[in-house]
């Protein structure tokens, strides 16, 4: 990496491996969103600002993202061991597979995520644990946040050990860095947090991108 910049390998890390209940029968990460499935749009968004992605998911679902993503960036999958264990475990596979020190973490289903936030929160996390963004009067935002890749898998490994399921648990566990709205907003619109996750949503983010 080039000494001037001081930048460390980086991973990007999406987390698919959710079963989409509010959305129905199809799995959200692959549904054609304005002719680019969701996962795609995420994934081509984060490429050209890490070095490496890795996507979460279960393994019944590789198949399917890997056609998704067909044509685009190189993949790893990182297969959930046990399923259904809730983001957080996803969070620590996809984190277990990374090779950067620094991982961002982002949902699937965060189809504007904006790459220069992501940028902006790795630089904000270095030589912390991580850099989670926070808006006013709202909740982290666990899923769009920039972790160092081994501190964070080993604490939510604890958490699941103490069958707590909340990502903002293992945070706790971390020297972190808040992101707060008016930094956020220096950055990139506030769009970049917006998540789908029923048919309305869906079709609502269709609209917003063939305008
Ligand atoms: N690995 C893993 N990822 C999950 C799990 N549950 C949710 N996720 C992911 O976490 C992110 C946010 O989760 P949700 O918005 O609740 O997505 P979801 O669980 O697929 O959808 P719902 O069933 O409607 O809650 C998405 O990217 C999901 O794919 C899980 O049990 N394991
Ligand atoms: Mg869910």
Same mark, same amino acid.
């Given at each position: 990496?080039?000494?001037?910049?001081? *930048?460390?390998?980086?991973?990007? =890390?999406? /987390?698919?491996?959710?079963?989409?209940?509010?959305?129905?029968?199809?799995?959200?990460?692959?549904?054609?969103?304005?002719?680019?499935?969701?996962?795609?749009?995420?994934?081509?968004?984060?490429? %050209?600002?890490?070095?490496?992605?890795?996507?979460?998911?279960?393994?019944?679902?590789?198949?399917?993202?890997? !056609?998704?993503?067909?044509?685009?960036?190189? =993949?790893?999958?990182?297969?959930?061991?046990?399923?259904?264990?809730?983001?957080?475990?996803?969070?620590?596979?996809? /984190?277990?597979?990374? !090779?950067?020190?620094?991982?961002?973490?982002?949902?699937?289903?965060?189809?504007?995520?904006?790459?220069?936030?992501?940028?902006?929160?790795?630089? *904000?996390?270095?030589?912390?644990?991580?850099?989670?963004?926070?808006?006013?009067?709202?909740?982290?935002?666990?899923?769009?946040?920039?972790?160092?890749?081994?501190?964070?898998?080993?604490?939510?490994? *604890?958490?699941?050990?103490?069958?707590?399921?909340?990502?903002?648990? %293992?945070?706790?566990?971390?020297?972190?860095?808040?992101?707060?709205?008016?930094?956020?907003?220096?950055?990139? %619109?506030?769009? !970049?947090?917006?998540?789908?996750?029923?048919?309305?949503?869906?079709?609502?983010?269709?609209?917003?991108?063939?305008?």
């Amino acid at each position: 990496m080039p000494p001037e910049t001081g *930048r460390t390998d980086r991973t990007g =890390v999406v /987390l698919a491996g959710g079963h989409s209940t509010r959305f129905g029968d199809q799995d959200k990460a692959v549904a054609d969103l304005a002719g680019t499935p969701m996962i795609r749009r995420v994934v081509d968004r984060l490429a %050209p600002i890490v070095d490496e992605l890795v996507i979460n998911c279960r393994d019944e679902q590789v198949s399917a993202i890997d !056609t998704a993503l067909e044509g685009g960036p190189d =993949v790893t999958f990182a297969v959930d061991p046990v399923p259904d264990r809730g983001p957080m475990a996803g969070i620590m596979t996809g /984190l277990r597979a990374a !090779t950067g020190e620094y991982a961002a973490v982002v949902a699937c289903d965060m189809p504007f995520v904006d790459p220069d936030l992501i940028s902006h929160l790795f630089d *904000r996390a270095a030589d912390h644990d991580a850099a989670v963004p926070r808006l006013d009067d709202q909740w982290f935002q666990t899923t769009q946040a920039v972790y160092r890749a081994a501190p964070m898998a080993a604490a939510c490994e *604890r958490a699941l050990e103490r069958d707590e399921r909340k990502i903002i648990e %293992p945070l706790f566990d971390l020297e972190y860095v808040v992101v707060d709205e008016a930094e956020i907003h220096d950055q990139a %619109p506030l769009s !970049t947090f917006e998540n789908v996750n029923t048919r309305e949503e869906f079709e609502a983010a269709t609209r917003r991108l063939e305008d």
